[in-house]
């Protein structure tokens, strides 16, 4: 219906109906004449009367033509004093084919190219939805899975699209994997018809997907998988400030102190802003790209501040660029943090920190005092602190790496509220807010039903309290193994079994080479080191399943422990005394004492935020520092 009136219109004598395709002048005639550059009454009349897509190309042709008027001028004038007979022909045959191409050009009528564009957009097939790189490794790695194990004909049945293929596949992936969970194998069916529809263009018909989605609960039950839906608990504030907490006073764990810097903020990150990791630092399907958070992204802001007057804040617009693709389309998400008086909440404190240690800001500050002693400008009441070239680019997140004088910070980013349903949606990413419903709600509603349907007075805070992650934190909960479980998984049969596969390997090559090292490249050494690899995974495998056990055992049978002593007459006793921790870094022991004391205690009597200008000092030199040894205490709680 779009070419039949197009095409009636077109007038093959008229210049006006032509349209120049420089990549299709075999389509032409080659013996039409060539236009002249000066009939532009009779193509600007005629263009007037034309469609759209014949006005624009009229321009080109006389610019086409200019061109080859003013390329033959200047071969004639080179010519000067050279004979014309000699080059003659083959002059000729060249303008002859350049003059030929152009008006076979002119020929093509809008029908003709519209229906050229029509071919093209037919061969180019089905456009494929616009996925995000995450999708894309996810969808791509399970095409490869299906197409190594189905073989030479994975293509064809694909496409054939046949259920009994697709539960066989699937059944003989629960036979030769490690899946334990129903919710796996409905993954790996998700991302296998994503993998249909980017090879076929098109979507499965719906009595496949209903066929094999109705089958998953049969294979379910007949390789007895876990079908429970995993527990959602929600976080608040109170849980947060005990992992911080953990994380400053009581992690025994050695690390450098720019990673333990770095984790407390990302969990405050996170917890505000509700962003995933990927936003903050690299993501697993961006491994090498350095694609987190950026001192680009980050911007400083010394405002004054509304509700104390004549005092300057420290204002940080957060911009989050590296979010979850929406509708195609990545979304970046800002947020504004202030100074906090609590100041193990401080985002902005740990962000100066990092930036000081970094050298950052383009205006060269000693002290956190230089920042916090700012005044307001007569001419503006914003003053913004600028990045360094160097360190715009440079991630915010970073691992430490190993060289030959020690550790250093790497220039590698680092691997992994009461709001509306709209700005929820907005926060977390979600088109609607069915997807915050389906996976992302907690299973436990923490509301005083009690008194919404008896009219008895609200304990909401009761009912929260109980709801509380951390309601059953207990720090008497194993932390490491002892040497009992050690030993007993140690003398775990399938261990016992490598360590004799290894030894053999050893044997043979110290038969032969001599000496391991001698042996390199050779297929017993290969065979040696993979047997010592599947020794370590194995074991690290058992450790931690044998501290998951012991753990879900202690917090299993301490109720009973604590019920029966109280019913024997034994009473609790009072809180044991805190802990006298001696911390190898004296930086860390100065953070964990001003951390975790609030800063409106000290508001009035220091208005120049001594102890928030001192926290940050000692966290710039905790971030140079690395722990080597587990701190050590002077008593042991009860």
């Not at 004598?13 to 009454?41: G, K, R």
């Not at 005044?375 to 503006?380: A, D, I, K, N, Y």
């Not at 996976?439 to 007075?457: C, E, M, N, R, W």
């Not at 004296?586 to 926290?615: A, I, Y």
Request: hydrophobic content about 30%; some cysteine; glycine content about 4%.
């Amino acid at each position: 219906m779009l070419l039949g009136p197009i095409d009636a219109q077109v007038n093959p004598n008229s210049h006006a109906d032509e349209y120049l395709d420089p990549h299709a002048v075999d389509a032409f005639d080659s013996d039409d004449e060539y236009i002249d550059e000066n009939d532009t009454d009779h193509s600007e009349k005629d263009a007037e009367n034309d469609s759209p897509f014949t006005h624009g190309k009229i321009k080109y042709l006389r610019i086409q033509a200019c061109h080859h008027k003013h390329k033959r001028s200047k071969v004639d004038s080179s010519l000067t004093g050279v004979s014309r007979s000699a080059l003659g022909s083959d002059l000729d045959s060249d303008e002859e084919e350049e003059e030929n191409a152009s008006s076979s050009a002119n020929r093509l009528s809008e029908g003709e190219y519209l229906r050229r564009r029509i071919r093209e957009h037919e061969l180019e097939g089905p456009t494929k939805a616009n996925h995000g790189n995450c999708t894309k490794f996810l969808v791509h790695q399970k095409a490869e899975h299906w197409r190594n194990e189905v073989g030479v004909d994975w293509e064809y049945k694909l496409r054939e699209c046949k259920p009994q293929t697709f539960k066989t596949y699937l059944e003989w992936r629960v036979k030769h994997s490690r899946i334990k969970k129903e919710s796996c194998v409905k993954t790996y069916w998700k991302r296998l018809s994503l993998a249909y529809i980017d090879l076929a263009g098109v979507r499965m018909d719906s009595s496949v997907l209903i066929d094999v989605r109705n089958w998953i609960p049969h294979l379910t039950r007949q390789f007895k998988l876990d079908d429970s839906d995993k527990d959602k608990k929600e976080m608040y504030v109170e849980d947060l400030y005990a992992v911080l907490y953990a994380l400053w006073a009581e992690d025994p764990k050695p690390l450098h102190g720019r990673i333990r810097v770095q984790i407390a903020l990302i969990l405050l990150l996170s917890a505000a802003t509700g962003t995933r990791p990927g936003a903050l630092v690299e993501s697993d399907s961006c491994r090498g790209s350095n694609k987190a958070l950026k001192y680009e992204d980050i911007t400083f802001m010394v405002v004054p501040n509304p509700t104390r007057p004549g005092r300057m804040s420290v204002a940080v617009k957060v911009n989050l660029v590296n979010v979850k693709r929406s509708g195609g389309k990545t979304r970046a998400k800002r947020f504004i943090f202030r100074e906090e008086d609590n100041l193990a909440f401080c985002v902005v404190s740990l962000l100066i920190a990092l930036a000081l240690d970094d050298n950052a800001f383009l205006s060269r500050f000693k002290t956190p005092q230089d920042i916090f002693g700012l005044q307001e400008s007569p001419h503006r009441r914003v003053l913004r602190l600028r990045w360094t070239e160097e360190a715009r680019a440079l991630p915010v997140f970073r691992d430490v790496c190993e060289t030959g004088s020690g550790l250093r910070v790497s220039s590698n980013a680092l691997t992994i509220a009461a709001l509306t349903p709209s700005e929820r949606n907005k926060v977390l990413g979600h088109r609607d807010g069915s997807t915050y419903d389906r996976y992302y709600a907690v299973d436990l509603i923490a509301k005083d039903f009690q008194s919404i349907y008896f009219g008895t007075p609200s304990q909401d805070n009761l009912v929260e309290a109980v709801s509380r992650m951390g309601l059953s934190r207990d720090r008497r909960a194993p932390k490491d193994l002892t040497d009992e479980e050690k030993l007993e998984i140690k003398n775990d049969p399938s261990l016992v079994k490598l360590r004799a596969k290894r030894d053999r390997c050893k044997d043979k090559i110290r038969r032969r080479y001599g000496s391991i090292r001698a042996a390199k490249g050779s297929k017993w050494d290969s065979q040696y080191s993979c047997t010592q690899s599947q020794l370590r995974n194995t074991l690290s495998r058992l450790s931690r399943l044998k501290l998951k056990e012991s753990i879900n055992s202690f917090h299993y049978n301490i109720d009973s422990i604590e019920i029966n002593k109280q019913l024997e007459g034994d009473l609790p006793e009072s809180p044991p005394s805190p802990q006298a921790i001696r911390y190898e870094l004296v930086e860390r022991e100065t953070v964990v004492s001003l951390l975790f004391v609030s800063q409106k205690q000290d508001d009035h009597r220091d208005p120049g935020r001594g102890v928030q200008s001192k926290l940050i000092h000692n966290l710039a030199l905790l971030c140079k520092k690395q722990e080597t040894r587990k701190f050590q205490t002077s008593c042991t709680s009860k």
